[in-house]
């Protein structure tokens, strides 16, 4: 994998070019956009997104896990985990940009 990040920057960007916002509009409507995601994430309500996928959290149990390095048994306390699904269309579609005969 190429290790690229796309940066909140570049989302703004995006939209500066695509949707003909001024800058600050663009990086406001994306930076609200956001905001909105995460507030409705924290009220444990999931996030659907057409033909991209769905945000959600999910409760995670307590659990023993262990330190690889000692062996020493370590209690793991309950915790609400972000979880994201993608839609059938993004599938596709990243398969689609693969290339044949590659191991990406």
Known sequence: MAGRTVTRAQLGESVYQGVGLSRSESTDLLESVLT???????????????SFGSFSIRQKGERIGRN????????????????FRPSQVLKNSINEKRIPGSSE
Do not use: F, N, Y
Request: net charge positive.
């Open 36 to 50: 909105h995601m995460s507030d409705a994430l924290a009220s444990g309500q999931t996030v659907k997104i057409s």
């Open 68 to 83: 690889p390095k000692t062996g020493e048994e370590v209690p793991i306390l309950p915790r609400k985990v972000l979880v």
